[in-house]
């Protein structure tokens, strides 16, 4: 027999198992590390409250204009959640217009998630639960839960605390759908940016292999008139060897700058890196009669960094430094060296000064803000207006800082500040 009191027990403790069900949720999707994770956590904190043991989460694809399904819980069939949806799905429809949750194919139905025959017969089944998430109005997604077994009607209390993690989980899945958006433009921003200055870098490259060709040139023919000429063979082709491997090394140096890749942290030498861009700048310099100068500490400290990123930041810096300086005469100074803060930790300095017109001080605090851009013509800011917004990113990923300064007719000064290892 079974008493009020025991009836109002098994309530209580029903409501404060679904309660930890609903803290536990709101806990995964606080900060949800991959979309893959989130949607677990949605199908298994959904499963667990209305006690349908299988589902699959559909996430809306713009470009195709459907309904994909993109994670399962349980042992979903396929007749029940087929792999894709398209928008004039009966079941999609429904969604759309009633933004209710939709319980379906039961004995008992309440008003309003009532299903046509038309979804009854697209979903096949006798007990199928359909949740919607919902942001600005718009159904980016929707989970179809599942049970083959005999299911008693979900509670209204059920249904609200359904319908509340219905709200955070579109919430938490629309805020990671952006941020994943974000990322991706940034890698093809960064993908740009080093492609834009291959331009300058090919300048730099064709100059550079000029003269190892000239010397595989002259070896290819003089060799049969002096084949029998052991010391010339021996002494040209330690020349020939030394000039194809310069040249393959030049080759690799554009290919790792062109090809995108995920941040890699490696033990580097910052006056090496230094010295490879200015290298590749030279020619560029000579042309326009500008002098380089270069102050590097002999003790400086090495450092974890990406070397291509960091030679991206520093071979756009440099040469929105030629080009502000313009036609010479004029220079552009580069020096390293380190510091130590007064609780020990030891930096890196790099400093990047040029004799170019400067920068007026009301553009000066905009300087790193995307998509600004100044009046003059510059590397830096031509196409996107991308440039330093990426070096700035590039230099705080790396836990370090960037400033600039500038007087107006004078100049300006780029200053990069990274964390050294200590020696």
Same mark, same amino acid.
């Given at each position: ?26 806990? /995964?999707? &606080?900060?949800?590390?991959? +979309?893959?994770? =989130?949607?677990?956590?949605?199908? %298994? @904190?959904? $499963? ?117 993690? /219905?709200? &955070?989980?579109?919430?938490? +899945?629309?805020? =990671?759908?952006?941020?994943?958006? %974000? @990322?991706? $433009? ?127 930041? =520093? ?109």
């Amino acid at each position: 027999m079974i008493t009020a009191t025991s009836f109002q027990t098994d309530s209580a403790s029903s409501g404060h198992e679904s309660i930890r069900i609903v803290t536990r949720f709101l806990e /995964a999707i &606080g900060h949800p590390t991959s +979309l893959p994770r =989130l949607a677990d956590h949605i199908l %298994l @904190r959904f $499963s667990e409250l209305s006690r349908y043991p299988h589902g699959a989460l559909f996430l809306f694809e713009r470009e195709h204009r459907h309904y994909r399904q993109m994670h399962t819980y349980g042992q979903i069939k396929s007749l029940v959640a087929p792999s894709v949806m398209a928008v004039d799905h009966p079941l999609v429809q429904s969604l759309i217009a009633d933004q209710h949750i939709v319980v379906g194919l039961e004995a008992t139905l309440t008003p309003q998630s009532e299903l046509s025959d038309d979804i009854e017969n697209a979903l096949p089944g006798s007990y199928t639960l359909a949740v919607p998430l919902i942001t600005h109005g718009t159904l980016i997604a929707f989970t179809v839960l599942h049970s083959s077994t005999t299911h008693a009607t979900l509670s209204p209390v059920t249904m609200e605390l359904l319908t509340a993690m /219905a709200q &955070g989980a579109a919430n938490a +899945l629309d805020s =990671l759908l952006i941020y994943e958006d %974000l @990322r991706q $433009s940034q890698s093809l921003l960064r993908r740009t940016d080093r492609l834009r200055s291959l331009e300058i870098i090919a300048g730099g490259f064709a100059h550079e292999i000029r003269n190892p060709l000239t010397s595989i040139k002259t070896f290819i023919q003089l060799a049969p008139e002096r084949k029998d000429d052991s010391q010339f063979i021996e002494e040209f082709s330690r020349i020939v060897l030394e000039d194809v491997n310069r040249i393959e090394r030049l080759i690799q140096e554009i290919l790792d700058y062109a090809r995108y890749m995920e941040p890699q942290l490696t033990n580097e030498d910052l006056n090496d890196i230094v010295t490879s861009c200015l290298y590749f700048i030279q020619v560029k310099a000579d042309s326009l009669g500008i002098k380089i100068e270069k102050q590097l500490a002999p003790e400086l400290p090495r450092g974890m960094l990406d070397r291509q990123q960091i030679k991206q930041v =520093l071979l756009n810096l440099l040469l929105n430094a030629l080009d502000a300086v313009g036609k010479g005469p004029g220079s552009l100074r580069v020096r390293t060296h380190q510091f130590q803060k007064p609780e020990g930790t030891l930096f890196m300095q790099i400093d990047i000064e040029d004799t170019g017109h400067g920068i007026a001080p009301e553009n000066l605090e905009h300087i790193f803000d995307p998509f600004f851009t100044t009046k003059h013509t510059s590397t830096m800011n031509a196409g996107t207006g991308l440039g330093l917004t990426i070096a700035h990113q590039i230099i705080q990923e790396h836990h370090g800082d960037i400033h600039v300064a500038s007087t107006v007719g004078q100049g300006t000064t780029f200053r990069i500040i990274l964390p050294a290892l200590h020696q």
